[in-house]
């Protein structure tokens, strides 16, 4: 089955790639999900659209991500959530969350998707986490849950 990516899928491609999968990962899971449109020829002509959305928001280089690494490094994330007596969280932190948290530290605006969080953030404390910046640059930086 042939079909054009809307977002990024691991191991797969990014937006805009036209892919071929097995009929059954497409039409159950890419389709449904949304990270993908069935390939047509009109459909293939959107590619150019996703493709310039694509670039606007990524980042262009290899040096510019070198850059956003530094930067994120250096940077202390505070996030304040509503927390129990034992620093238990109502809920989750969410990757929209984090994104936010940085955003509100003076880093640079990130795309939610590239975030990788070691499993549920749901007590306070200190987490790792890692955005995959390029295909060849991986940042880290530490996020503190914070009771607010």
């Known amino acids: 089955m042939k079909i054009i990516l809307t977002q990024e899928v691991s191991g797969l491609g990014a937006p805009g790639d036209i892919v071929e999968v097995k009929n059954g990962y497409g039409r159950n899971y890419l389709l449904p999900q949304g990270f993908a449109i069935a390939w047509t020829k ?5 590619v150019t659209v996703i493709k310039r959305a694509r670039s606007a928001r990524e980042i262009r280089d290899l040096d510019h991500a070198n850059e956003v690494k530094a930067q994120l490094e250096g940077l202390k994330v505070n996030l304040k959530v509503r927390a129990g007596d034992g620093g238990r969280l109502f809920g989750s932190v969410t990757p929209a969350e984090i994104v936010d948290a940085v955003k509100a530290a003076s880093g640079p605006v990130l795309d939610r998707r590239r975030l990788e969080v070691p499993g549920h953030i ?3 404390g200190t987490y790792p986490v890692k955005i995959k910046l390029h ?9 503190n849950v914070v009771q607010g």
């Open 135 to 143: 295909p060849e640059v991986t940042a880290s930086f530490d996020l």
């Open 42 to 46: 009109g459909a293939e002509k959107q």
């Open 122 to 124: 749901k007590s306070t």
